[in-house]
């Protein structure tokens, strides 16, 4: 518990603009007296995020060898908002909240996360096995769940495959649900609560799903994939305009480390399943930024970020 309220203050620090008590700086340069924040985006359970968080946390502010300030956000908007606020200096970003975040903020991408062989995954929209529909066509007039709006796998993405199904989601459902989560649009989908819904895959098949995570082995058969989505660069690690240009350069390299080390990998695996991070730059977005723009999302004018 003592941990947990921890967190609870740090973010109202974070979110009301109150300065954090700082620690010891006797010998440190600026830099390494202030305190580095860094951002969590609530993918799934924001409890276990924060639980899961700490142990990396404790090992980035080690490495860095200065204090290291916490900020799980209640939704993808959330961290966006504490970047261009300047109340954030490094943040783990979807690929559409990154977009976001480098128009309004100007914040820049060092990092994207690999699961398995490449640094993609995929968005899925998915149905029950017993469900009567086969195809994205067939979901016209039924129930759909969608996740957090800037969620690329569980938003933008299906929006743009359920476009190209010739199906318009603001008139051809019987009811849109947003669930705010990954594990809650398969849980509303599993319980039957809508007829379909979207969350991401690891895979081009849809096999290595949310469900998988979420669900128990025997429940699996229960999910039948529908549509899977063009490849989508992963989620990323970002960093303040602001932040100097040389503690970017050590966040970024701890974070390519971890991958090398079973300590690391459990890490990163146990926060948001990663086996490794790899470079990342701007550019690699661009797609994003055309599926944004399909879904009729309107873009800030684009601000310079960091380099990256």
């Known amino acids: 518990m003592k941990r947990l309220a921890k967190w609870g203050l740090l973010a109202l620090l974070l979110t009301t603009g109150c300065p954090a008590q700082e620690s ?44 290291v300030q916490p900020f799980v ?50 968005s899925v929209i998915f149905t029950r096995s017993d469900s009567k529909v086969n195809n994205l066509k067939e979901l ?11 969620s690329t796998a569980g938003y933008i993405y299906p929006i743009k495959m359920l476009k190209e199904a010739g199906l318009n989601p603001d008139t051809d459902f019987d009811q849109v649900i947003s669930s705010g989560s990954h594990d809650a649009t398969v849980l509303a989908v599993f319980n039957g609560k809508v007829t379909a819904g979207a969350t991401y895959a690891n895979d ?55 991958g090398d080390s079973p300590e690391g990998q459990k890490l990163i695996q146990d926060l948001y399943r990663i086996d490794k991070f790899v470079p990342a730059s701007d550019a690699d977005y661009q797609g994003i930024r055309d599926a944004i723009v399909q879904t009729g999302i309107q873009l800030k004018p684009a601000q310079k970020g960091h380099a990256g």
């Open 140 to 150: 016209k007039g039924k129930t759909f769940a969608f996740g957090d709006n800037l």
């Open 24 to 67: 010891d700086t006797t010998n440190k340069t600026p830099a390494e007296s202030a305190a580095l924040r860094i951002g969590f985006i609530p993918s799934e359970n924001a409890a276990e995020l924060q639980q899961n968080a700490q142990p990396l946390v404790d090992k980035l502010s080690q490495a860095l060898g200065q204090d």
């Open 204 to 258: 081009p098949k849809g096999e290595d799903s949310a469900w998988k995570h979420i669900l128990k082995p025997e429940q699996f058969k229960e999910i039948k994939v529908l549509a899977v989505s063009e490849p989508i660069p992963s989620d990323n690690i970002c960093v303040s305009k602001d932040l100097d240009p040389a503690v970017a350069k050590k966040v970024q390299e701890f974070f390519l480390k971890l």
């Open 73 to 122: 956000a209640s939704d993808y908007t959330g961290v966006v908002e504490a970047f261009r606020n300047q109340r954030l200096d490094v943040a783990f970003l979807t690929p559409a909240s990154y977009v976001m975040a480098n128009n309004e903020a100007g914040v820049g991408v060092i990092l994207r996360a690999q699961r398995g062989k490449t640094p993609n995954y995929y």
